[in-house]
């Protein structure tokens, strides 16, 4: 079992930054592989980016390619996502996520790969 909890989450001018950080409880998480996702209003919860468990490969939807930049610390069992330039579009609630699988060499994209979710977090950007 794998709980997450965001934080970092808040309000931005545009072209501001944040970085988002999911710390998760249990011991599995380090052999997940971690996705972030985010939910506008009235629209469906969408793919941001997703790490590999070693972190040595990333995956990134193409509205945020060269923006964020995710990555993890599995000593700490923490997720991170850098948000960069960021822009009124990319105003949602993120939610971080984590697979269940055992050192897969997949990247996940899809929503419901993912077993483990965390509550999500407001980001809210300004223009």
């Known amino acids: 079992q794998v709980q997450l909890v965001e934080s970092g989450g808040g309000l931005v001018q545009a072209g501001g930054s944040l970085r988002l950080s999911c710390v998760a409880s249990?011991?599995?998480?380090?052999?997940?592989?971690m996705g972030w996702f985010r939910q506008a209003p009235g629209k469906e919860r969408e793919f941001v980016a997703a790490?590999?468990?070693?972190?040595?490969?990333?995956y990134y939807a193409d509205s945020v390619k060269g923006r964020f930049t995710i990555s993890r610390d599995n000593a700490k069992n923490t997720g991170y996502m850098q948000m960069n330039s960021l822009k009124p579009e990319d105003t949602a609630v993120y939610y971080c996520?984590?697979?269940?699988?055992?050192?897969?060499?997949?990247?996940?994209?899809?929503?419901?790969?993912?077993?483990?979710w965390g509550q999500g977090i407001q980001v809210t950007v300004s223009s």
């Open positions: 996520a984590a697979d269940g699988s055992y050192y897969s060499d997949s990247i996940r994209v899809a929503a419901r790969e993912f077993r483990y």
């Open positions: 249990g011991s599995t998480f380090s052999r997940n592989c």
């Open positions: 790490i590999k468990w070693s972190g040595s490969r990333t």
